[in-house]
């Protein structure tokens, strides 16, 4: 038999084989899928219905099939009825006044994990209506947490400080409402369009501090200039009074944020950051003993590096108190400073010297014990970061690899991806250099595992707020929740680490589609290749691994040099003509060239026409504003034009619901620093693989919020308060 016959009839052979080998998987996994939805069955008799939504959206991981789907579906639609029911029954009793009565019933609403924001607003209120603000205010954080609209995010914030303050909120005019409205917003934007800096002057004479706060590029409207030109009773509220204390201070006059604290805590003498508020007065009155041309130029260090920490400029204020120590070393609030930033940064052999010295500097025994309690809490607490961290990364990276089809990266569980790529629905298929990028995972297991991510991330970020590991993973769930805004505060927190900003695309080009990270850095772009694409999708590996993990590093340490060596494209800002939003995508105009960026969405389908595409590309591009500082890129117009309202009616409203992805909301993870107000619940939920005591624990983090986030500013309340129940989940 002549040898290209025996190679043919192998070669059909081995097609044959590998037919039957995948028959069989497939069977296989159709057996395993029958029975988790067996399992399932059984948890709804049972009238387990969150268990068994999470069994059915598992079972999809293997293969999506349509009685798994539509079981889904029923499942949503019950759980949607018992939490109406709940709101029902609990707003009947509460306007009985049995508060506590309907606070239970909400609890058991709220372990169905559907439509929190309304549950939690609403314990919220319970809580505080029974007098226990403390809890009342944890409920509330989960509720902006969770909350997206704007006016309705503003609310919650007053309400927010009602409840911290106590102050009743003021009968004001419309233009007085407009001024404070404006103030608010402000508050909102610092670090993004608002900056702090002022022309009230400074009690000091020194201006000459290299580390000092500057404001770069576009300029940015100044929130304590707008809150100095507040007159009347406004200007004396509560908030507005503490507010002008952090522009005192971040701006050099210390006596006077002094004397404005005290006045806050003598207008809010119940106030729940009263004890912080103390603490601050105690710290500023030992910053005023320092005489002399150090002394100015310290306490000049100390506002740039408080302004830097309510902008997120993570690097100079570390940077700042470095100076502040080498111009006064015998200065111990200094080293409890930079250990408490250690310690929030995950850094433990750098926070136990500086605490250490701490001990070593303060003559007091009660500074000398806390300072202890952190010493004894350091390596558990790391520990338990990087538990955390593990748990969340295998999860996050297992769903990139599916999206990304990235079948060589080693995962028993790649036999599962769907081979077929994510297509447009069937009206926009003649637009396929706009479809989405990625290839299409079951949305309820992908909207699951983020959940599940995002949990133990929760854990990781209350151990170490700035741990760049969980504020970049965290990031990238917060893309995937279509939130650019929270997205950017943890990237704020990497970038200030000196390490790059990160998303994942599908990049398209002019021979072919390529997965890749797109890393972003002062200095520009680099595209790291995860895989290519031939016109099946079929994938290959790139010539040089990505990393160690195939993604091009997910996660990277920044106490260890990082391995190079992988395949990649470095684009300098030099050869970047401009970056600009494309509908749903990102296009790079180089040189010689343009590309696109196809950024992989996971949760449900993405829009590819119309303000919610634009939209979600924005939250891209406007990374390549912020970090590489490409200040000429494109923003797409988020609102719709003329033509489009015409032309697409219902068809955009119904994109935009989908881009609200079915429901699911990061809501368990921290929106931004300034949101750690209590996490009590937390911290008791990761005691069991701790020795070290719970009050020791709880006194750490009260110390570490104190530095990052007891200056947070206030909304001030434009009304009185209005504590009327929310019914409805929509």
């Keep these: 038999m002549p040898a290209k016959t025996i190679f043919l009839i192998l070669f059909a052979g081995s097609g044959l084989l590998a037919d039957n080998l995948e028959k069989t998987q497939k069977k296989e996994l159709?057996?395993?899928?029958?029975?988790?939805?067996?399992?399932?069955?059984?948890?709804?008799?049972?009238?387990?219905?969150?268990?068994?939504?999470?069994?059915?959206?598992?079972?999809?991981?293997?293969?999506?099939?349509?009685?798994?789907?539509?079981?889904?579906?029923?499942?949503?639609?019950?759980?949607?009825?018992?939490?109406?029911?709940?709101?029902?029954?609990?707003?009947?009793?509460y306007e009985t006044r049995k508060y506590q009565e309907a606070a239970t019933i909400l609890d058991e609403g709220m372990k169905l994990q559907a439509f929190q924001p309304v549950l939690s607003y609403n314990l919220a209120l319970c809580y505080f209506q029974l007098g226990d603000r403390t809890k009342a205010m944890e409920y509330l954080v989960k509720a902006k947490a969770g909350t997206a609209e704007p006016k309705q995010k503003q609310k919650l914030l007053e309400l927010l400080t009602v409840f911290t303050t106590g102050e009743k909120g003021l009968p004001l005019n419309d233009s007085e409402k407009d001024?404070?409205?404006?103030?608010?917003?402000?508050?909102?934007?610092?670090?993004?369009?608002?900056?702090?800096e002022d022309s009230g002057g400074t009690e000091e004479a020194f201006f000459n501090s290299p580390v000092r706060l500057q404001t770069k590029g576009k300029s940015k409207s100044s929130l304590c200039n707008a809150l100095s030109e507040l007159k009347g009773a406004v200007a004396?509220?509560?908030?507005?009074?503490?507010?002008l204390a952090n522009c005192a201070e971040t701006n050099g006059r210390t006596a006077d944020a002094v004397r404005l604290l005290e006045e806050y805590l003598e207008a809010a003498p119940k106030a729940l950051d009263a004890t912080e508020s103390h603490a601050r007065i105690a710290d500023l009155r030992a910053l005023l003993t320092l005489s002399g041309q150090n002394g100015i130029e310290i306490r000049t260090l100390y506002s740039t590096a408080y302004g830097a920490l309510a902008e997120r400029q993570y690097d100079r204020a570390e940077a700042a108190f470095t100076r502040a120590s080498d111009l006064a070393p015998e200065f111990a609030l200094t080293k409890w400073n930079m250990a408490l930033l250690d310690e929030a940064m995950g850094n433990v052999d750098r926070a136990k010297a500086n605490f250490t010295s701490y001990q070593q500097l303060t003559s007091d025994q009660a500074d000398k014990d806390e300072a202890d309690l952190h010493l004894t809490t350091l390596d558990a607490k790391r520990a338990r970061y990087d538990e955390e961290m593990d748990e969340a990364e295998d999860i996050v990276a297992d769903l990139f690899n599916r999206a990304l089809k990235l079948n060589f990266n080693g995962s028993g569980k790649r036999s599962a991806v769907r081979t077929k790529r994510a297509q447009a629905r069937k009206n926009e298929q003649n637009k396929a250099k706009n479809r989405?990028?990625?290839?299409?995972?079951?949305?309820?297991?992908?909207?699951?595992?983020l959940g599940r991510a995002s949990g133990h991330l929760q854990i990781a970020l209350a151990l170490c707020p700035l741990g760049a590991e969980a504020n970049q993973l965290m990031a990238l769930i917060f893309l995937q929740a279509n939130d650019g805004r929270a997205a950017t505060k943890g990237f704020d927190v990497v970038a200030s680490q000196g390490l790059p900003v990160a998303f994942y695309a599908e990049m398209r080009g002019r021979k072919q589609d390529e997965a890749v990270k797109v890393e972003l850095n002062r200095d520009g772009i680099q595209l790291i290749y995860l895989s290519s694409y031939d016109k099946n999708g079929k994938p290959a590996p790139p010539k040089k691994p990505a990393g160690e993990d195939g993604l091009g590093d997910m996660v990277i340490d920044p106490f260890t040099p990082r391995q190079s060596g992988f395949e990649a494209r470095n684009v300098p800002v030099s050869e970047i003509k401009k970056i600009e939003t494309d509908k749903g995508l990102i296009k790079l105009k180089l040189a010689q060239e343009e590309l696109w960026l196809s950024p992989i969405y996971l949760p449900t389908f993405t829009p590819i026409e119309?303000?919610?595409?634009?939209?979600?590309?924005?939250?891209?591009?406007?990374?390549?504003?912020?970090?590489?500082?490409?200040?000429?890129?494109?923003?797409?117009?988020?609102?719709?034009?003329?033509?489009?309202?015409?032309?697409?009616?219902?068809?955009?409203?119904?994109?935009?619901?989908?881009?609200?992805?079915?429901?699911?909301?990061?809501?368990?993870?921290f929106s931004g620093l300034e949101d750690v107000i209590s996490i009590t619940r937390t911290i008791r939920g990761a005691m069991a693989s701790l020795s070290v005591s719970f009050a020791a624990w709880e006194k750490s983090v009260d110390d570490q919020q104190q530095l990052l986030a007891g200056k947070a500013f206030k909304s001030i309340p434009t009304q009185p308060a209005n504590l009327a129940f929310l019914q409805d989940t929509k």
């Design 30 to 93: 159709e057996t395993q899928v029958k029975a988790m939805m067996a399992e399932a069955q059984k948890l709804v008799k049972a009238g387990k219905l969150l268990e068994a939504r999470i069994k059915y959206a598992e079972s999809q991981a293997l293969i999506e099939v349509k009685e798994a789907t539509d079981a889904l579906k029923h499942l949503d639609e019950d759980i949607r009825e018992r939490v109406q029911d709940a709101l029902n029954k609990s707003r009947k009793v």
């Design 179 to 196: 001024r404070i409205t404006k103030v608010n917003q402000l508050t909102e934007s610092i670090g993004f369009e608002t900056s702090l």
């Design 236 to 243: 004396s509220a509560p908030s507005a009074t503490f507010n």
């Design 436 to 449: 989405v990028g990625g290839f299409a995972i079951p949305y309820a297991y992908a909207q699951q595992q």
């Design 610 to 669: 119309g303000p919610p595409a634009r939209r979600f590309a924005n939250n891209y591009t406007r990374l390549f504003v912020r970090y590489p500082g490409l200040e000429d890129s494109k923003l797409g117009t988020e609102g719709m034009s003329g033509g489009e309202k015409f032309a697409m009616g219902y068809k955009i409203a119904t994109a935009g619901a989908d881009i609200a992805m079915s429901g699911f909301s990061p809501m368990s993870a």
